[in-house]
């Protein structure tokens, strides 16, 4: 069964940055458009930027200048540079497809912002 597997959450306190990264070793990144999502508690999951061969990334506007996507074919792994956090990017974050494939969810990875 085909498996993304995240990891680089943590707790971390407000301004703080964490590197988040994505492998698989079922899934060929180079052949899909990739994205990165999150779900905070009590909300639903949303995309939070998103990367394709031959585009530019693609961010939604609350982590505009703060993260920065990113993806190293040769290692099939993809990264969410996150800076400047903010309690309200506490969340699980998840790796997947873009569209999103449900059979690749993996456990995700939890990041906490808090002081």
């Known amino acids: 069964q085909a498996q993304l597997v995240e990891s680089g959450g943590g707790l971390v306190q407000p301004g703080g940055s964490l590197r988040l990264s994505c492998a698989s070793s079922?899934?060929?990144?180079?052949?899909?458009?990739m994205a990165w999502y999150r779900q905070a508690s009590g909300k639903q999951r949303e995309m939070v930027a998103r990367?394709?061969?031959?585009?530019?990334?693609y961010y939604i506007d609350s982590v505009k200048g703060r993260f920065t996507i990113s993806r190293d074919i040769a290692k099939n792994t993809m990264y969410l540079q996150m800076n400047s956090l903010k309690p309200e990017d506490t969340a699980v974050y998840y790796c997947?497809?873009?569209?999103?494939?449900?059979?690749?969810w993996g456990q995700g990875t939890r990041v906490t912002v808090s002081p």
């Open positions: 079922s899934i060929s990144f180079r052949f899909y458009s």
């Open positions: 990367t394709r061969s031959g585009a530019g990334p």
């Open positions: 997947n497809t873009f569209p999103v494939n449900d059979a690749f």
